[in-house]
C-alpha cells in the first residue's frame, strides 16, 4: 500500500527568506507524485506533478521539488517566500498503473511573517 | 473556465438526518472523485466514477454513504443518519481519464457540521 509523510505540520518563516517542506513517500510500485496548495476556506490547487523526465519541476509561482526515487522524497522548495504563500500544502501521490486516485500526505501549514 | 462546483457550500444538521452534497465536474471530464477532508488532515479517498460507473469504493465509505452520477455528468454523495463523526469537508473532483498522471481538479468542498 501506498503511504505518505509529510515530516512537519507546521513551518513558519520570515517574508523573503527560503523554505523547504518535506514529503517521503512508501509505495512497492511507480508512482506519479503531486503537490497541492490550499489556501483558507478553498478547495486544493494543483501546484506542481512530476510523472517522468527531469526530476526537478517548477511551478508558475516560483516552487519547485525535485523527485529523488533513492530517498523516495519530493520535497517543495521555494528560495523566498511572500505573505501570500500562506496557505497548507499537501503532497500526494498515485499509482502509474492502474486507478488514478490520490493519496494525501497529512498537510504542512505554511505561515509566513512579515 | 467553470471549475468544480459544489453545493451547498456549507450545511449544518441534526444528528440523525439525512443530507445529501451535490457536484458538478468540469464539462469534458470523465472521472469524478468524492474525497473527505477533517481539520489538520488530507483529503481521504471515498469512491470515484467513470462516467455513471462506480468503479471503486473506499472502506470509509460505510453503508450510510451512497453517491450516484446517474448521467455520468453531476454527482449527489447521500449521507444517511448522520452522526458527529461524519462532520468534515466533502471535496468533489473531476479529470479527463485514462491516463494516471492527469490532473485532477477539485472543488472549494462542503463543509458538514453535525450537531
Known amino acids: 500500500a501506498q503511504s505518505v509523510t509529510q515530516l512537519d505540520s507546521q513551518v513558519p518563516v520570515f517574508e523573503e527568506a527560503p523554505v523547504e517542506l518535506r514529503c517521503n513517500y512508501s509505495s512497492s510500485v511507480s508512482v506519479y507524485l503531486f503537490w497541492y496548495v490550499q489556501y483558507p476556506n478553498q478547495g486544493l490547487q494543483l501546484l506542481l506533478k512530476y510523472l517522468s523526465g527531469s526530476t526537478l519541476v517548477e511551478s508558475i509561482n516560483g516552487f519547485e521539488a525535485e523527485f529523488n526515487k533513492s530517498q523516495t522524497s519530493f520535497h517543495l522548495r521555494k528560495p523566498s517566500v511572500h505573505i501570500s504563500d500562506t496557505a497548507e500544502y499537501f503532497c500526494a501521490v498515485s499509482w502509474v498503473q492502474g486507478a488514478q486516485k490520490l493519496v494525501f500526505g497529512q498537510g504542512t501549514r505554511l505561515t509566513i511573517n512579515p | 473556465d467553470t471549475g468544480v462546483s459544489q453545493d451547498p457550500r456549507h450545511k449544518i444538521t441534526k444528528r440523525g438526518q439525512n443530507v445529501t452534497f451535490r457536484c458538478d465536474p468540469i464539462?469534458?471530464?470523465?472521472?469524478l472523485y468524492w474525497y473527505r477532508q477533517t481539520l489538520g488532515q488530507g483529503p481521504e479517498f471515498l469512491t470515484y466514477f467513470q462516467n455513471e460507473a462506480q468503479l471503486e469504493k473506499s472502506r470509509l465509505l460505510s453503508d450510510r454513504f451512497s453517491a450516484e452520477r446517474p448521467k455520468g455528468s453531476f454527482s449527489t454523495l447521500e449521507i444517511q443518519r448522520t452522526e458527529q463523526g461524519d462532520s468534515a469537508m466533502y471535496l468533489c473532483?473531476?479529470?479527463?481519464?485514462?491516463?494516471?498522471?492527469?490532473?485532477?481538479?477539485f472543488g472549494e468542498g462542503s463543509w458538514l457540521t453535525v450537531v
Open positions: 464539462s469534458e471530464h470523465n472521472r
Open positions: 473532483a473531476s479529470s479527463l481519464g485514462g491516463l494516471s498522471g492527469n490532473t485532477i481538479y
